[in-house]
């Protein structure tokens, strides 16, 4: 059963049309992956899935209780935790203090257990903005493991790392997702997105289509023909 769900998402801005009828589902025990190309609504659904944009209709489900006006605070008390495509930290403070203030705000993991498990034990007392793009990524993924989530929706998470630090990330998330996490992955990386996937939904003209396990996903024509080439 689905642990998070948008369900018949539709959203607009201005004129434009984004979103028809669309859906989200988060899985206990699953990562599953978003697939589409840029500027198709891959982020605005899973932005609304997490209530940090209302949608014009359509409704949030999260641990069995429907929700039509639901907010991202709300979500993270009960759990779910959104990694953006942007900076999660703040400049102002080290990768450590920060770290500590999630742990505290939330009864969270260890700082230390989790900066040890993502291997950034030795930039934890030095600000984002002198980290590596991996080095931030790894440091997100301490976030995560401090905060200890029920559900996670990542958005585009392996943009612009290297393959030792995507390993590293496909390592994390399977490890969540055998823990019961919920786990939601977007992005274009779509070899190594398929090897972490168990379920693939791909996402088209405003709404979207599960295409199943990644085995049955390689034989979708617009997801080969976009992503995989000539077979």
């Known amino acids: ?15 434009r049309r984004i979103l028809t009828s669309a859906s989200l589902r988060a899985v206990a025990g699953e990562v599953r992956v978003v697939f589409g190309r840029n500027g198709i609504g891959k982020s605005t659904l899973m932005k609304i899935a997490v209530g940090r944009m209302q949608p014009d209709s359509g409704v949030i489900i999260y641990d069995g209780r429907a929700r039509l006006n639901v907010h991202q605070a709300e979500l993270a008390r009960e759990g779910v935790f959104y990694l953006a495509d942007e900076h999660l930290f703040s400049s102002a403070f080290s990768i450590r203090r920060q770290l500590h203030f999630l742990q505290e705000t939330f009864d969270g993991g260890s700082v230390e257990e989790a900066a040890e498990r993502v291997g950034i034990k030795h930039v ?3 600000r984002p903005y002198v980290l590596s793009g991996g080095e931030c990524r790894r440091a997100e ?20 790392i290297a393959p030792k630090d995507a390993e590293e990330l496909s390592t994390v998330f399977r490890e969540l997702a055998s823990s019961g996490c919920a786990v939601v992955l977007s992005g274009h990386e779509v070899h190594t997105l398929l090897d972490v996937a168990d379920h693939v939904t791909w996402c088209e003209s405003g709404t979207t289509q599960e295409l199943g396990s990644p085995t049955q996903a390689k034989s979708h024509e617009q997801l080969r023909r ?3 080439g000539p077979t």
Do not use: Q
């Open 226 to 228: 976009g992503y995989l």
């Open 141 to 160: 993924l301490a976030a995560v493991l401090v905060r200890r989530p029920r559900c996670l929706v990542a958005d585009e998470p392996y943009r612009g």
């Open 124 to 126: 934890l007392d030095r």
């Open 1 to 15: 059963m689905a642990l998070l769900v948008a369900d018949s998402i539709v959203k607009s801005y201005r004129s």
